[in-house]
């Protein structure tokens, strides 16, 4: 066989050609194939819409924070590595009324109220997730529902070392012509106590929890779990004091802290 040589000439070549499989040719260029994977790690595979950080958003105002910082929801896309895709291109919307969502950030503004929850949709090339909002009213004011109750504790059978909750309500307007804000976070703190050990605030699963979401009737609360091996008389009255406090734009709403009294008194 004669090829071509740098100055225009040819120059003979002996070829030995050897018999290939063709199943061998098959899966090479298959491979090649598959082996294109080009722009893949940036194809969007799975999403993730991270928890809202406040359960609902005051009509007439954008979701916000315990601090009164503005929400901006957060979304995570991930390649088929499971690797994040850094800031992806995520499109916002609501389908649901009483809210309106900017269609970039994600802010969310409540522009009327609404009996359930609003869906807000993140969208990432053809995937979608959802995250759900409240719309309520503005808190205007925390007082104690149950601001006093005990606990006869026992010694022995720790079931029965849980207090009732120690509730507040917070509501919008002024009494008698008030109304519930429901879906709203209220905190919890134990502000005195004979031993750092004796109580600790705790959900109604009895799981340790210091922070509450307030019901339909705009009541939040939290129990106290009683550890009696860090009292310092098993034979006397004692006192555990919890602070509750609700805040908008950062700043405490009328009444907080609330004080609520947990009175420990020995079974007899």
Known sequence: MK????????VLCRVRLRAVPVGFILCWLAALACGDVS???????????????????????????????????????????GD??????????????????????GIVFADSLRSTPARIVATVGGLQ????????????SLTAVTGLDSLSYSLFDSTL??????????????????????SYIVSFAIVSQSDPQLGQLVNDAGKPSVVDTTDASGIAGRAIRL??????????VDTIKVHATAKYHGAEVKGSPVQLVLILKPRS
């Open 161 to 182: 070392n849980v207090s009732p909750p120690l509730n507040v309500t917070l509501t919008h307007g002024i009494a008698p012509n008030d109304s519930a804000v429901k």
């Open 39 to 81: 722009g893949s790690s940036t194809s969007v595979l799975s999403i993730q819409f991270d928890s809202l950080a406040a359960p609902s958003v005051v009509v007439g105002d954008t979701l916000r924070d315990t601090t009164g910082a503005v929400i901006m929801p957060t979304v995570h896309a991930f390649n088929y590595k």
């Open 227 to 236: 550890h009696p091996l860090f009292l310092h008389s098993t034979s006397g």
């Open 129 to 140: 997730a959802i995250q759900r909002v409240d719309v309520t009213l503005k808190p205007d």
């Open 84 to 105: 994040e895709i850094l800031s992806p291109p995520v499109w916002f919307q609501s389908p649901d009324s009483g809210v309106v969502v900017d269609s970039l950030t």
């Open 3 to 10: 090829l071509p040589t740098p100055l225009g000439g040819f």
